[in-house]
């Protein structure tokens, strides 16, 4: 049985402007053929069951020549598979789409194309560039700087520069010089307004600002490199006033997101939100303890506990797989008071209809098992991680609760020591390494090693018990005012918000 491909523009690189239908697309792929300009953080949202395929290109260096790209898309889909060809901005410009359609409708082979956002527009408006506006431009200009191996570059420049358009230039870091001569020798202005902007929509995005004359000194000035688009025309005299993404409170910084895989999405969404270059390197992975004998007979004789206590969301959706597998609902609970470390633990309980009665005022294992013990006269129920933290049962333990304490799920570390994160650490390229549990700490450090400098970066805590774990081993930390995402949030802004202040004073 045949397959299908499906041409799916990634955009310029921000995530967010991945469309809709592109990463539904994504999710469904079997096979993903990328590359080099689709950013890490859109390879991220493939799913791990899909196989990859890197035919990444660059000027100058085709690993992967475009025929045999073509091929690869053409066996993939005759093997059967669901294959995703994803390209940097959109397919159509300037990205060769057409020409591996062609080969697929040529064969027989059913595909579909899925527009992306051309880097063309988002690229100069995250560079605060409108490529139209009523006083400056009434006409947009697209045109690739990239000439056929072995060939000139074939552009009207006379025809250009009659438009009075704003001009667009794709893939023309290279022939930048030649572009700008070339307009000027059509008789463009000299003092014409110019940009260009290095890795549009990336938290490493910089803009050049110059005019037209001056535009290949002050790039090389700058040292602009590829990928970067090149913009002339009056609307570039905005780019200051109206350059929102670069100064997002976070912009430019590398932040580290150590949080398991299925929880990182809300930090790294709103860590991105703020300009930050996130790193999802999930250093942990909590695997449920399935089939569980202690915690199903604990749940066939519920009645013999007055509190059932969880401290975290995979605690409580392991307790609700199990409880449905005995043929079960929320109304073998009644009787039963229910108590949650912090927001988020209660959230998971609230989602399946089910309000908590006790979260601590402060989200940790040692509040809990004190709030508990003020509150429990009967015996407690405790679902939670193999490596929960004894200060909850010592709370319990000193005044004298009963309780049973049942490990539901274990967290495994997933990477083994590597030099490379190591290497970049120590060096300075990771601004902060956000933790959210102590387990987070102690992943993180068996792969880049207990005994690295730490001094260079700086360890953004969810709580005292986590940021306890990461000064033991000389990690430099900041502790958020609560134990949820929202404050380490605010904590990661904050922390870099003085430093950009003191930036932008310095600028000229």
Sequence with gaps: MSGKVTLVGAGPGDPGLLTVKGRAALAAADVVVYDRLVSPAVLDLIPGTARQIDVGKEASRHPV??????????????AGHSVVRLKGGDPFVFGRGGEELETLARAGVAFEEVPGVTSAIAAAAYGGIPVTHRDFSSSLHIVTGHAREGEPLSIDFDALVRARGTLVFLMGVTAMPI???????????????AAMVENGTLPSQRRCDATLSTLPRQAAAMDIHSPALIVVGGVCALGKELCWFERLPLHGKRILVTRPRARAGTLSDKLRSLGADVVEYPCIETIPILPCPAMEAALRDLSAYEWLAFTSPTGVETFWFCLR???????????????????????????????????????????????????????V???????????????????GIAYDDIAVYQTLYLFPYTRALRKELEAGKIDAVTFTSASTVRGFLSTVGADADFSRTVGLCIGEQTAGEARKHGIPVRVAEKATIDSLVELVSHSFLGEQRKESKEKP
Excluded: F, W
């Design 381 to 399: 129920l405790l679902l939670r991680a193999a490596e929960g933290s004894a200060a909850l049962t010592d709370a319990l333990a000193r005044r």
């Design 325 to 379: 597998e005995l043929g079960r609902d929320a109304r073998h609970l009644c009787g039963v008071k229910l108590a949650a470390i912090g927001p988020g633990t209660a959230k998971a309980l609230a989602d399946r209809g089910i309000t908590a009665d006790l979260v601590p005022g402060t989200y940790d294992a040692a509040h809990l098992g004190g709030a508990l013990a003020d509150a429990a006269r009967g015996k």
């Design 179 to 193: 572009i700008v001569q070339g307009l000027l020798e059509a008789g463009m202005d000299p003092d014409t307004p």
């Design 65 to 78: 020549p475009q025929h045999r790209i073509n091929q690869i898309l053409l066996e993939e889909a005759q």
